[in-house]
C-alpha cells in the first residue's frame, strides 16, 4: 500500500496559470518535504516542515509555496509556473531516520 | 557547508562485471547515510542505509556499501552486475542536527547485456 501519495501523477499548466500539487501521507510523520527533480539531476531540496515549523531553502523562488493544514497533507503551490519550473516534484516524510518518497508529479508548462 | 560528492556522472559497464560507486560527504558531526536507486520512469527506492555499528551495510537486490568514516566516504559495491541494475543511483546524507537530507548528483549506470 502506498504510503505516501501524490496527486496528480501528471499535472499539464499554462506558462503564468497558479498550480498546486498535494501530498498525502499515512505514517503519521512529522516531517515532510518537497523536492523538485529535474532530469538526469539529483532532488533539489524546496522546503520541509517539521510538524508545522516551516523550513525554506534560501534558493527556493518565492514564487513556490507550501500549506500543511494538518499532518497527513502537504500542499505545494505555483503562482506563476514558467517553463523552467517543468520538473518531477516530489513528496517525501521522514520516519526512524529513513525517508519514504512519494511517486512524485510530473509538471509541464505549456 | 553539507554536500554529496559523486565521483562518476555516467558508469556504463557490461554484464557480470563488478561495480563500485564513489560517494564523499561533507559534514562536520554524525550522520545517517543513504543509497537510493531511481530506476527508469519510476520514483526514488531506497537502495541501503547506514546509521550506526557496522560499517559494511548490505543492501536489496546484492548491493553493500561502506563506511569509512575517516574517508567521509560511502562507496556502493556490487560484484556481479545485472542489466536491470540499469538506473540511477543517488547518494544521500543527513546530518545529526539538521533534518534535511542532502542528495549528491546521481550516478548514471548502464549495463550492456
Known amino acids: 500500500d502506498a504510503m505516501v501519495i501524490q496527486n496528480p501523477r501528471y499535472q499539464v499548466t499554462q506558462f503564468g496559470k497558479p498550480v498546486t500539487l498535494s501530498c498525502s501521507q499515512t505514517l503519521n510523520h512529522n516531517v515532510m518535504y518537497w523536492y523538485q527533480q529535474k532530469s538526469s539531476q539529483a532532488p533539489k531540496l524546496l522546503f520541509h516542515y517539521y510538524d508545522k515549523d516551516f523550513n525554506n531553502e534560501a534558493d527556493t523562488p518565492d514564487n513556490f509555496q507550501s500549506r500543511r493544514p494538518n499532518t497527513s497533507f502537504c500542499f505545494l503551490d505555483i503562482r506563476s509556473p514558467g517553463l523552467g519550473d517543468a520538473a518531477m516534484y516530489l513528496c517525501?516524510?521522514?520516519?526512524?531516520?529513513?525517508?519514504?518518497f512519494g511517486a512524485g508529479t510530473r509538471l509541464s508548462v505549456l | 557547508a553539507q554536500s554529496v560528492s559523486q565521483h562518476n556522472h555516467h558508469v556504463i559497464l557490461s554484464e557480470a562485471a563488478s561495480l563500485e560507486l564513489g560517494c564523499n560527504y561533507s559534514y562536520g558531526g554524525t550522520v545517517n547515510l543513504f543509497w537510493y536507486v531511481q530506476y527508469p520512469g519510476q520514483h526514488l527506492q531506497l537502495l541501503l542505509k547506514?546509521?550506526?555499528?557496522?560499517?559494511l551495510v548490505k543492501g536489496i537486490k546484492g548491493f553493500e556499501a561502506e563506511f569509512i568514516k575517516s574517508k567521509f566516504s560511502f562507496n556502493l559495491r556490487k560484484p556481479s552486475v545485472q542489466w536491470s541494475d540499469t538506473a540511477e543511483y543517488f547518494c544521500a546524507f543527513r546530518g545529526n542536527r539538521d533534518d534535511k537530507i542532502i542528495f549528491g548528483k546521481g550516478t548514471r549506470l548502464h549495463i550492456l547485456p
Open positions: 547506514y546509521f550506526s555499528g557496522d560499517p
Open positions: 517525501a516524510t521522514v520516519g526512524q531516520n529513513i525517508q519514504y
